[in-house]
C-alpha cells in the first residue's frame, strides 16, 4: 500500500527561528494534503491543508508546500514559539466511492529551544 | 461545543478479556472511523463507517469489531484482546464527501494496554 513518511524524526529549532517540517507521499490520486500537530495526551489538530491543483498555501504563521513532481509536502512555521513543541503529522487524503481515506505518515516531533 | 468524545482514556486489561471503547461525536457526522496509532507509524485506519449500519475494513482491521446502529456512536469491539492491540486508539468523524483537513475531528485518544 501507499506510504507517507515512515520516520519519526526529530527536528529542534530555537525559538523564534522558522521550522520547516518535511513528508513524502506515494500516492498520485490524492487530492488533498493536511498536516495536523498532536500534542502530549491529545488527539491531531487540524493546522492546514491544501489541494493537489495547488502548490502553496498560507496560514496564521504557517506555509505548507507542495511539490507534485517529487512527491513532496513541507510545512514551514514562521517564529516558532514553545506552544509550536508537538509531533507534526502529513497525511493525504484521496477521494473515493466509500468516502474519504486518510493515509497518515509516521510524524516529526518539534522541539522548541528557548 | 463540537466534539468526538471517546471512553475510557485509559484500559489496562488482560489477554482475552472482551472490551468496548465507546466513541460519539455531536455533529451530526456521517463518516466516522478508528485508527491506531503505533510509534513510527502514524495513524492507521481500522474500520470505518459511511452512515448507520454501513461499516468496513480499514487497513489493519484484524482483531477487531465495529458497529454503527446510531449516527452519534461508533463503539470499537476488541472480542479478544492481545499484547499486540497495545496503541493509543482515536476515533474520528468528518461529513460523507469532506477531504477537508478542518472537517476531519479527532476524539482525545484512548490508550489501551494488553498484558
Known amino acids: 500500500g501507499e506510504s507517507v513518511g515512515l520516520h519519526l524524526p526529530t527536528l529542534s529549532v530555537q525559538e523564534g527561528d522558522n521550522s520547516i517540517i518535511n513528508c513524502a507521499y506515494s500516492?498520485?490520486?490524492?487530492?488533498?494534503f493536511i498536516w495536523y500537530k498532536q500534542e502530549s495526551g491529545k488527539g491531531p489538530q487540524f493546522i492546514i491543508d491544501?489541494?493537489?491543483?495547488?502548490d502553496k498555501r498560507q496560514g496564521q504563521r504557517v506555509t505548507v508546500l507542495l511539490n507534485k513532481t517529487v512527491k513532496h509536502l513541507s510545512l514551514q512555521i514562521a517564529a516558532t514559539q514553545p506552544g509550536d513543541s508537538a509531533v507534526y503529522f502529513c497525511a493525504e487524503n484521496m477521494r473515493w466511492a466509500a468516502g474519504n481515506k486518510l493515509t497518515f505518515g509516521g510524524g516529526t516531533r518539534v522541539l522548541v529551544k528557548p | 461545543e463540537a466534539q468526538v468524545t471517546q471512553n475510557p482514556r485509559y484500559l489496562i486489561t488482560v489477554t482475552g478479556k472482551k472490551l468496548t471503547v465507546t466513541c460519539s461525536q455531536n455533529m451530526n457526522h456521517e463518516y466516522m472511523s478508528w485508527y491506531r496509532q503505533d510509534p513510527g507509524l502514524g495513524l492507521r485506519q481500522i474500520y470505518y463507517s459511511m452512515n448507520v449500519e454501513v461499516t468496513d475494513k480499514g487497513d489493519v482491521p484484524e482483531g477487531y469489531k465495529v458497529s454503527r446502529k446510531e449516527k452519534r456512536n461508533f463503539p470499537l469491539i476488541l472480542e479478544s484482546p492481545s499484547p499486540n492491540q497495545t496503541s493509543l486508539y482515536f476515533c474520528?468523524?468528518?461529513?460523507?464527501?469532506?477531504?477537508?483537513?478542518?472537517?476531519?475531528?479527532f476524539g482525545p485518544g484512548t490508550r489501551l494496554t494488553v498484558l
Open positions: 491544501i489541494r493537489s491543483n495547488m
Open positions: 474520528a468523524s468528518s461529513p460523507p464527501l469532506s477531504g477537508r483537513g478542518e472537517e476531519q475531528f
Open positions: 500516492n498520485s490520486a490524492s487530492d488533498y
